[in-house]
């Protein structure tokens, strides 16, 4: 379906949403594809950023790792530039809204449009008939996530598109079956920054992530200097020298992965790194790299050691925050109530 056959003509405010899992270790995939442009949207609306503790337990979480990374998630948020003052910062199930939006989307969605999401294929993959009911229905609880609160805006990751254009369904099936026009809006993606997609430093074709094995595969957001500059020194490359032009990237995927590091992380193109660095050798652009890299991320892992030194302070924000989250979203949930036919 055409976007523009699907406009509500919902005139409610304007209203940022995202969230990020509390399954690990952030890492730089997570800041140049997501949070970095969380940080920037502050400027310009009202925001709520989310730790979605309840969508990490989609797959087996141990409870005391679980609490560790939501803390950690939440410094990662505050050490990139988040303000949780101006705007709100909680861990999801905090606020009951979630959950209780999720079940009723449940009756929205349909079994085919979950059918179609291509997330759980690739998570679930040969073993879906073990995968937990929960990951199949993980892309409802997102769609709640976000009309909890009315969100206009959602920044997401290129592999969330497909997710976000079932919020919008479910948020237009919802008006339609309840004859409540304009009820929802629907959520507009908001794909924004040059390197979106951060690939492995040791495999240029896989997603950098936090379960590959080698460490060495993805920086941390809380790795010290010296961490980050060993992990581009020892990152793979090929043999050739830089091209002296993008095209020259082409079927050279660590090649390609590490001048689109170096362009998200100078905020240039890739074209600019490339004029910069044409004919050089790795051995001359890693260094560059990695003062490059250290500068921009050494401070957000001395921030978070500092904040996570502190869980009293963190779980403080999360729960100030959860308290605004709940101002938002209980008169929300009270409408949507009374538009299902619930008593309250
Ligand atoms: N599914 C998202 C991811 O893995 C995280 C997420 C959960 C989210 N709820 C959300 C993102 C709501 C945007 C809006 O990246």
Not at 14 to 24: A, D, I, L, N, Y
Request: aromatic letters at 8%.
């Amino acid at each position: 379906m055409e976007n523009e056959a699907k406009k509500s003509n919902y005139s409610g405010p304007q209203r940022v949403f995202s969230g990020v899992q509390s399954t690990g270790n952030l890492h730089l995939g997570n800041y140049l594809g997501a949070i970095r442009n969380f940080v920037d949207l502050q400027q310009d609306y009202d925001c709520i950023y989310c730790v979605v503790d309840m969508h990490a337990i989609t797959a087996w979480q141990d409870p005391e790792e679980l609490t560790k990374n939501t803390r950690a998630t939440t410094a990662g948020y505050i050490a990139c530039g988040i303000d949780p003052e101006q705007h709100i910062v909680f861990n999801q199930s905090a606020v009951s809204a979630h959950a209780e939006l999720a079940w009723i989307f449940n009756c929205v969605a349909r079994m085919g449009w979950l059918n179609r999401m291509t997330q759980f294929k690739d998570k679930a993959g040969r073993h879906k008939e073990n995968a937990s009911v929960g990951l199949f229905v993980y892309p409802n609880l997102m769609a709640a996530d976000i009309l909890a609160y009315k969100a206009t805006h959602v920044p997401v990751g290129e592999d969330q598109k497909q997710h976000l254009e079932l919020s919008r369904d479910i948020a237009q099936k919802f008006n339609n079956d309840f004859n409540v026009p304009a009820f929802f809006p629907l959520p507009e993606p908001l794909i924004l920054g040059l390197a979106t997609r951060v690939m492995s430093l040791r495999d240029g074709t896989a997603k950098m992530s936090k379960s590959e094995k080698s460490e060495y595969s993805r920086i941390n957001l809380k790795d010290d200097a010296d961490t980050i500059a060993k992990k581009i020194r020892k990152a793979r490359t090929d043999p050739d020298p830089l091209p002296d032009n993008v095209a020259g990237l082409k079927d050279r995927p660590e090649a390609d992965n590490l001048v689109g590091i170096y362009a998200a992380l100078a905020k240039m193109t890739k074209k600019e790194v490339i004029e910069r660095f044409a004919g050089a050798q790795f051995s001359t652009f890693k260094p560059e790299l990695a003062e490059l890299s250290v500068s921009v991320l050494a401070p957000i892992g001395e921030e978070m050691a500092k904040l996570m030194a502190d869980p009293g302070y963190i779980d403080n924000v999360l729960r100030q925050g959860a308290e605004r989250a709940r101002a938002i979203a209980d008169p929300i949930m009270a409408e949507v109530k009374k538009v299902v036919g619930f008593i309250i």
